[in-house]
């Protein structure tokens, strides 16, 4: 029978990684590894052959050993930091399932291993860096620095800067173009949003909002950009190809980290100054909800289900879980000091949030809304995300 040997073969071949002959034997049937299977025994493991394997892929971040489980649970248990070794020796690996996490007063980026939950490297950039940024290859990341007004350009492989390219006065929130082409920078300090072209790594002009705008954060689907305007409490909407405004949205006090939903229709505007999580019809502007939430709400995520939604609230150093469905609060973190920005592991099954008040990242559970690790990092966290590409990471 080849099909037994069919299944190992696909195995092999989508994971590129190899697999015990003990554990080839057990998935199949074949006691005594010799490799012979009859119809009726491959009749009478089917259903435990699919179970095996289900088990096998969503078991961890990726196929392993025992004994490489065994190493990275010891090392989350602190009984051995080999894996921690191996994870900073092969730091640039790019298919690592990693976080980047910039630090503002030591003006660097740390990276922080899923696996081990452990900072396995460090990239010096520019000044007081802020929001992170990862092209869809995760060849290339790129950090706002708010002090020398530039954007770094980072080689994840190398943990190297290759480029900094000058923008506005205070760079903050930044967004990249589907295409990995264009990067649009938010400057705190003036009112324009100034793009550069990622591929050449050099400035490409500027979005004029208008006298006395100012931009924070930055949302883009399809042809329309999404800018937050914390001083005059509303989120302009631009068409990147005529570099125009066509609408604006009049939002709560301070609008801050805003998202919107894949599909486009919805507008999630955390409101600091009102301490609410707004959602809006994208489309005509329309509030659609206000959801009281903690003190300084300051950057969302909401889950792929549409069904969550996670707020992090700074001044009120609280982390807040949100029923979109009732439209209200279920729990509330408190006591998390200077609860910045927040973003999903691959699965949602865990959310990362910087903490700037403790130079902590926490991990939170998303099933049972509690903390389940903490993680030292620079000193005053600010902006977090994942580096994982497609397809990669598994459980991480």
């Given at each position: 029978m080849d099909r037994p040997k069919s299944l190992i073969s696909t195995i092999y071949k989508s994971y590129n990684t190899s697999i015990p002959i003990d554990l080839q034997c057990l998935i199949i049937g074949?006691?005594?590894?010799?490799?012979?299977?009859?119809?009726?025994?491959?009749?009478?493991?089917?259903?435990?052959?699919?179970?095996?394997?289900?088990?096998?892929?969503?078991?961890?971040?990726a196929m392993e050993t025992k004994e490489q489980a065994a190493e990275r649970l010891n090392t989350k248990a602190g009984q051995s930091t080999e894996a921690v070794n191996t994870a900073a020796s092969n730091v640039?690996?790019?298919?690592?399932?990693?976080?980047?996490?910039?630090?503002?007063?030591?003006?660097?980026?740390?990276?922080?291993?899923?696996?081990?939950?452990?900072?396995?490297?460090?990239?010096?950039v520019g000044e007081s860096p802020s929001v992170l940024l990862f092209s869809s290859t995760m060849r290339e990341a790129y950090a706002a620095n708010q002090h020398s007004s530039t954007v770094s350009f980072i080689n994840t492989q190398t943990l190297k800067v290759e480029a900094e390219v000058e923008v506005g006065p205070m760079p903050h929130g930044m967004v990249l173009s589907p295409d990995n082409r264009t990067l649009y920078v938010a400057t705190v300090a003036d009112q324009y949003v100034y793009l550069v072209d990622a591929k050449e790594r050099k400035a490409a002009g500027?979005?004029?909002?208008?006298?006395?705008?100012?931009?924070?954060?930055?949302?883009?689907?399809?042809?329309?950009?999404?800018?937050?305007?914390?001083?005059?409490?509303?989120?302009?909407?631009?068409?990147?190809?005529?570099?125009?405004?066509?609408?604006?949205?009049?939002?709560?006090?301070?609008?801050?980290?805003?998202?919107?939903?894949?599909?486009?229709?919805?507008?999630?505007?955390?409101?600091?100054?009102?301490?609410a999580l707004e959602i809006y019809n994208a489309e005509n502007g329309k509030q659609l909800q206000n959801i009281k939430v903690a003190e300084g709400a300051t950057d969302v995520v909401v889950t792929d289900d549409g069904l969550t939604a996670v707020v992090t609230s700074m001044e009120g150093s609280s982390v807040t879980f949100v029923?979109?469905?009732?439209?209200?609060?279920?729990k509330t973190l408190t006591q998390q000091s200077g609860a910045r920005h927040i973003n999903f592991n691959r699965l949602q099954s865990k959310a990362y949030v910087t903490l700037s008040g403790s130079d902590q990242v926490v991990v939170?559970?998303?099933?049972?809304?509690?903390?389940?690790?903490?993680?030292?990092?620079?000193?005053?966290?600010?902006?977090?995300?994942?580096?994982?590409?497609?397809?990669?990471?598994?459980?991480?």
């Open positions: 074949d006691k005594k590894g010799t490799g012979d299977l009859t119809m009726n025994n491959w009749k009478k493991k089917s259903l435990f052959t699919v179970v095996a394997l289900f088990v096998l892929l969503l078991g961890g971040c640039g690996k790019l298919t690592n399932v990693q976080f980047y996490v910039s630090s503002e007063k030591e003006n660097q980026i740390s990276v922080i291993d899923v696996v081990s939950s452990k900072v396995v490297g460090k990239i010096p500027t979005i004029d909002l208008g006298t006395g705008a100012k931009t924070n954060y930055l949302a883009l689907h399809g042809e329309k950009l999404y800018i937050s305007d914390h001083e005059n409490h509303k989120v302009y909407i631009v068409n990147v190809k005529t570099k125009q405004v066509v609408s604006t949205i009049s939002t709560g006090k301070i609008p801050r980290a805003i998202k919107i939903s894949d599909d486009g229709k919805l507008l999630y505007v955390p409101s600091a100054g009102d301490n029923d979109l469905q009732a439209n209200k609060v279920t939170i559970d998303m099933v049972t809304k509690e903390i389940v690790e903490q993680i030292k990092v620079g000193a005053q966290p600010h902006g977090i995300q994942i580096k994982a590409l497609p397809g990669i990471g598994g459980s991480c």
